[in-house]
């Protein structure tokens, strides 16, 4: 787990269509639920949480101070703007730290020596970029890295089972489901020829012009 990140909110008063009016003032309006707190709407700096969004995910344990009162959270659903993307509410959830929690945490492929890419000059095919965990709060990751550098040939991959997971981590998905995958060139190259074919005759490919005999009889 990394340091302590402290989030400083205030109740809000604020609700429904008038929460607009919140964010022209650079407001982002937010809710915090779960143990030991009622459903409580509250309001946060809107620029300060943008920027610390951008280097933690939904695994990051945060302080969040709510006036006089302190939760440990984490962040549960983010809401964009369709046009803007810019954060327009936050789903806080307060947890206990002696229970087990499950979330979701990044993964980040470690591409820098790859004995496939550098002698084979395979391709690296992302599978998945997150896992779901259990783990006690104290153990929460903010990331889980994978070490590419194990893909030796065209064909090698690293699945969930190959995972080396931080003490007391556990992770809930199919051990089967890729992650990375060593791929050729030419692979690539032909899957997208074959794309290309598809998207000019349609998803049933060419349209057969002329029958033979045989075709013709069992239409009859």
Same mark, same amino acid.
Do not use: H, W, Y
């Given at each position: 787990m990394s340091e302590e990140i402290v989030l400083n909110s205030k109740h809000r008063d604020v609700i429904g269509?008038?929460?607009k009016q919140l964010r022209r003032e650079g407001l982002l309006p937010a809710v915090v639920y779960g143990y030991g707190v009622e459903a409580t709407p509250i309001v946060l700096n809107l620029?300060?949480?943008?920027? %610390?969004?951008? =280097? =933690?995910?939904?695994?990051t344990?945060?302080?969040?101070? @709510?006036? /006089?009162?302190q939760h440990n959270v984490l962040v549960r659903e983010i809401q964009k703007g369709i046009l803007s993307r810019e954060i327009t509410h936050i789903d806080f959830q307060a947890i206990a730290m002696n229970v087990v929690v499950r979330t979701q945490v990044q993964l980040v492929v470690l591409s820098d020596n790859v004995p496939a890419v550098n002698n084979f000059d395979a391709m690296l095919n992302i599978g998945v970029d997150s896992v779901e965990i259990e783990c006690?709060?104290?153990?929460?990751?903010?990331? %889980?890295?994978?070490?590419?550098?194990?893909l030796e040939n065209i064909g090698d991959s690293i699945t969930v089972a190959d995972l080396v997971l931080p003490?007391? @981590?556990? @992770?809930?998905? /199919?051990?089967?489901t890729m992650i990375v995958f060593a791929s050729s060139?030419?692979?690539? !190259?032909?899957?997208? !020829? @074959?794309d290309e074919f598809g998207d000019e005759f349609g998803e049933d490919g060419p349209e057969v012009l002329e029958k033979g005999k045989g075709d013709e009889d069992s239409d009859e």
């Open positions: 269509k008038q929460v620029r300060e949480m943008t920027r %610390i969004l951008k =280097t =933690t995910g939904m695994s344990l945060f302080t969040l101070k @709510v006036d /006089d009162e006690l709060p104290k153990n929460l990751p903010d990331q %889980i890295e994978v070490d590419a550098s194990s003490e007391g @981590v556990i @992770v809930l998905d /199919d051990p089967e060139q030419q692979t690539e !190259e032909l899957e997208d !020829e @074959v």
